[in-house]
């Protein structure tokens, strides 16, 4: 196995080293998805395009090319297959694990999804036949997977919006992220706390809200841990300028050597 965030590598398990139970991996990437593909078909020609096999300049036209002068009967990929792409003859798409962006735990995870299925799908049937779409879910109850399979826009619009209303997420407010990360986790966080109460001190009768800490989305990145503040906001000079005052502040800070703290503004993950 490979860990894409700290490049750490080992001998796939298969029990739990600490209780020894069984392990099941669900995950179903390219790799496993082309592999069971050319064990049902044989003799069909399966091209793949992830990060892995674009990685030379001017790879991902060819294998694009290959796909439509050669009629190759399957492409699997990541979400860099989902957008942009006009082939007359493809009639068939699948979507596997749909869920895998749902539940990533940002506001923007009911959108994205919504996005990537809706686009996938529509890259089915854009010639004189018609198209098929098939969705792979967990969760096939799920408002946004039926919105999206049905293509309605609308629908989803209505409901998304209603529910940045209630959370004060963008369109309706903005949002701020500040995040410390370091080697000690315990550190992490107490640096962490510190700029929430440097933060909470400033914006003091204001109308902003801070959130946390909380663990980032990716907690640990090249062995750094990460803890994150939200402040929802307006993002106006005057909240911009005080972020950046308290981060150079906590920068300055000799007891929080080796910690780094930094800003973004409305972020994607």
Same mark, same amino acid.
């Given at each position: ?7 750490? *590598? ?48 001017? *790879? ?18 990541? !979400? ?9 003859? =493809?009639?068939?798409?699948? @979507? ?23 686009? =996938? ?12 779409? =098939? /969705? !792979? ?13 049905? !293509?309605?826009? *609308? ?5 998304? /919006? ?24 315990? !550190? ?21 809200? /801070?959130?946390?800490? *909380? ?5 640990? @990145? ?23 005052? @308290? ?23």
């Amino acid at each position: 196995f490979l860990c894409h965030y700290c490049g750490h *590598s080992g001998r796939l398990r298969e029990s739990c080293p600490e209780c020894g139970g069984k392990l099941k991996f669900l995950a179903a990437g390219t790799e496993k998805a082309e592999e069971e593909l050319g064990a049902l078909f044989p003799e069909a020609g399966i091209l793949r395009m992830d990060a892995d096999t674009v990685q030379r300049a001017g *790879s991902h036209r060819k294998i694009l090319d290959r796909f439509r002068d050669e009629r190759v009967p399957f492409l699997i990929g990541t !979400q860099m297959v989902t957008k942009g792409l006009d082939f007359e003859n =493809v009639t068939l798409v699948g @979507v596997l694990s749909a869920d895998s962006t749902l539940y990533a735990g940002d506001y923007r995870a009911r959108e994205r999804t919504f996005s990537l299925i809706t686009q =996938v799908v529509g890259r089915s049937g854009r010639g004189k036949k018609a198209g098929r779409a =098939v /969705i !792979q879910t967990y969760t096939p109850e799920n408002e946004v997977i039926g919105l999206a399979a049905r !293509q309605d826009y *609308s629908g989803f619009y209505e409901r998304e /919006i209603s529910l940045r209303r209630v959370m004060e997420a963008p369109p309706i407010r903005d949002l701020i992220s500040v995040t410390v990360s370091g080697m000690d986790e315990a !550190q992490v966080l107490h640096g962490c706390v510190e700029v929430m109460g440097a933060l909470r001190h400033y914006f003091s009768g204001g109308g902003e809200k /801070i959130l946390g800490p *909380s663990p980032a989305g990716i907690a640990k @990145v090249n062995n750094r841990y990460r803890y994150r503040l939200m402040i929802c906001c307006e993002n106006t000079k005057r909240v911009r300028d005080t972020v950046a005052h @308290v981060i150079k502040e906590f920068s300055n800070d000799r007891k929080y050597r080796g910690l780094a703290a930094f800003a973004d503004a409305d972020p994607m993950e």
